[in-house]
């Protein structure tokens, strides 16, 4: 037991090096954004919406969680060298930045990379754009505001993607669910 606990410190320590820290930062995103689509597609056949996994369907939302991943790695860096520090008034003017600079950029970058592996026209981007968009947002809101003082106040850098890809998987089924909803934006869970 003792020697499984020493290689996973040793693992978890050059898995977070900054040597590797893009690489495990990306495979988390990949990892955990195609297990929210998983979870989502096995209750949608559960309750008969959805006849088999559609394993295309997981490819797509595993690799928008590669873009997103990338996207989280820089964008995390960039915050803790812009704003260093930990007071509360900090941490809620990062939470503020987050929510209104990176949110809007992330679904976005979501969309855009869905579009391109669907081989999407721009109206039917600009279409789905239209009619999700507020439906993410106003979910990005109620979910990461508390996460992130948690983030923000309390994890090193290095951990900030591990900890959000772990809370996004609740918001990733949630994401997986609305992104393949064939209705508008006004049907809801």
Not at 4 to 28: C, D, E, G, M, P
Not at 49 to 75: K, N, P, Y
Not at 76 to 100: A, E, S, W
Request: charged share 20%; with cysteine; glycine share 6%.
């Amino acid at each position: 037991m003792i020697r499984l606990v020493k290689l996973f410190r040793a693992v978890t320590k050059t898995a977070f090096s900054k040597k590797y820290l893009l690489f495990t930062n990306v495979a988390i995103s990949v990892s955990l954004s195609g297990v929210g689509d998983i979870i989502e597609q096995h209750y949608e056949i559960y309750k008969g919406e959805l006849a088999a996994w559609d394993r295309q369907r997981t490819r797509f939302m595993s690799i928008s969680g590669m873009t997103v991943g990338v996207f989280c790695h820089g964008w995390y860096n960039f915050m803790d060298r812009r704003y260093p520090g930990r007071t509360i008034g900090l941490v809620l003017k990062k939470v503020l930045i987050d929510q209104t600079v990176a949110s809007p950029i992330v679904i976005f970058l979501f969309f855009a990379t869905l579009a391109t592996l669907k081989r999407a026209s721009w109206e039917e981007t600009r279409q789905e754009v239209r009619e999700k968009f507020i439906r993410l947002y106003t979910a990005e809101w109620v979910v990461w505001p508390p996460a992130q003082i948690v983030n923000f106040y309390f994890l090193p850098t290095k951990y900030r993607v591990l900890y959000d890809n772990t809370i996004s998987l609740g918001y990733d089924i949630y994401t997986s669910y609305v992104i393949n909803d064939e209705c508008t934006g006004t049907t809801q869970r």
